[in-house]
Every structure is written in structure tokens, then in C-alpha cells.
């Protein structure tokens, strides 16, 4: 079992929509990242949080320390959004990464 | 201002080589993190020097292997190349330790073991 769970796996949304992407984790962190992946390889740093909620644009992160778990959500989806979106905990104690195996999202016009 | 640079971005190695790697962070950054990133397992974390220090290391041999310099550039060798080596290698700089901090990525070295 990975450390770091994504869901979905997949998920295609037509523009304007709605759409939340899942990270729980098992073990203690004291930061998760989102990650940004678009095709050809590069990665944008979205969010690092490690409590609460935060905001960039059209897209929202929240973390629930208790619950281990985080969401990212992306209001008024654009084609552009179409990328795979990584989340990756930190621990503390080892510091070491740990990270869940991605969301390909497809945005269609 | 410069984004984080690594070079070369593709290299193809035949088994047994060894390869090293460099990452020039953005000025001012003090910490460089290293991640292999395969099809299969996915991205995964190498090792993070910090001040010229590696901080931690991720769960791989001890044919890999990095170091710091005083400017903060870094570089990661690879001995005895195996076919499981193909990766693309990606650096990340931030200003503090890398688990606390906003990463900044390299675009990517694509390594090819034949």
C-alpha cells in the first residue's frame, strides 16, 4: 500500500466544470505539496500547505491534518487545466517525500 | 530572474557507465532536492542537500550518489548504469529546506540506458 493515495486516477470534465482531486495519506507529515505536470515533463509547484486552506486563481487547496487528507479543486475548468496533478507529503522525521501516483486530468472543450 | 537549469536534458548511457547530472538553482537558494521520475514507480525522492550537507537520502543504492557546492549548484552521479536507470531526473530548488518550503523545478534530464 503506497503512502500517498490519489483519486481518481483519471478524470475528464468539460470546460466550466467543477473538479476535485483526492490525496489521503498514512503516515505523519508535517507539509503536503500539489504538483503541476503538463506533457513534455515539466513541474509547477501549486500549493505547499500544512494546515487550513489555500487560494491561487482558480484553483484551492485544503488540508485536514486529522483526517489525513487533502483536496485540490479547480473552479471554472479550462482545457488549459489539463495536466497530472501530483500531491506529495513530507515527513519531518525522515525527511523524506512521499508521493501519491498522480491525477490525469483532461479538460474537453 | 533564472528559473532552476539542468543539463544536459538528454543523455543516452549504455549499461555499466556511469552518468552525472547538474542543477544550478535559482540565486539565492539554498537547497537542492533530487527525484527520479519513471512510468512505473512514478516520481520519487532521491536525496536533498542542504548548505553543502545531504539532509536525507530516499530509498535507493548506493550507486547514487551527489554533492553540494559552495555556490549551491548541485550535480548527482550514477555509477554502473543499469537498464532501470532510464528516468527522466528532475532537481528542485528552494530557498529553505525543501519539505517546508514552495519548490521550484528544473525541466527534467531524460537519461536513456541501453
Known amino acids: 500500500k503506497n503512502e500517498v493515495e490519489q483519486s481518481p486516477q483519471n478524470l475528464t470534465a468539460q470546460e466550466g466544470e467543477f473538479i476535485t482531486i483526492n490525496c489521503s495519506y498514512s503516515v505523519g507529515i508535517s507539509a503536503l505539496h500539489w504538483l503541476q505536470q503538463h506533457p513534455g515533463g515539466g513541474i509547477v509547484s501549486l500549493f505547499m500547505l500544512s494546515s487550513g486552506k489555500k487560494k491561487h486563481g482558480r484553483l484551492i487547496a485544503t488540508i485536514n491534518i486529522q483526517e489525513k487528507h487533502s483536496s485540490l479543486h479547480i473552479t471554472a475548468s479550462h482545457p488549459r487545466d489539463s495536466a497530472v496533478y501530483i500531491c506529495?507529503?513530507?515527513?519531518?522525521?525522515?525527511?523524506?517525500?512521499?508521493f501519491g501516483t498522480g491525477t490525469s486530468l483532461t479538460v474537453i472543450p | 530572474k533564472a528559473g532552476v537549469t539542468q543539463t544536459p536534458r538528454y543523455l543516452i548511457k549504455t549499461r555499466g557507465q556511469q552518468v552525472t547530472l547538474s542543477c544550478s538553482p535559482i540565486?539565492?537558494?539554498?537547497?537542492v532536492s533530487w527525484y527520479q521520475q519513471t512510468p512505473g514507480q512514478g516520481l520519487q525522492f532521491l536525496f536533498e542537500?542542504?548548505?553543502?550537507?545531504?539532509?536525507n537520502k530516499g530509498n535507493f543504492p548506493g550507486r547514487f550518489s551527489g554533492r553540494q557546492f559552495s555556490n549551491s549548484r548541485s550535480e548527482m552521479n550514477v555509477s554502473t548504469l543499469e537498464l532501470g536507470d532510464s528516468a527522466l531526473y528532475l532537481c528542485?530548488?528552494?530557498?529553505?529546506?525543501?519539505?517546508?518550503?514552495?519548490?521550484?523545478f528544473g525541466a527534467g534530464s531524460r537519461l536513456t540506458v541501453l
Open positions: 540565486s539565492g537558494h539554498r537547497s
Open positions: 542537500y542542504f548548505s553543502e550537507t545531504q539532509r
Open positions: 528542485a530548488s528552494s530557498f529553505g529546506t525543501s519539505g517546508a518550503n514552495v519548490l521550484t
Open positions: 506529495a507529503g513530507y515527513q519531518n522525521t525522515g525527511n523524506q517525500f512521499y
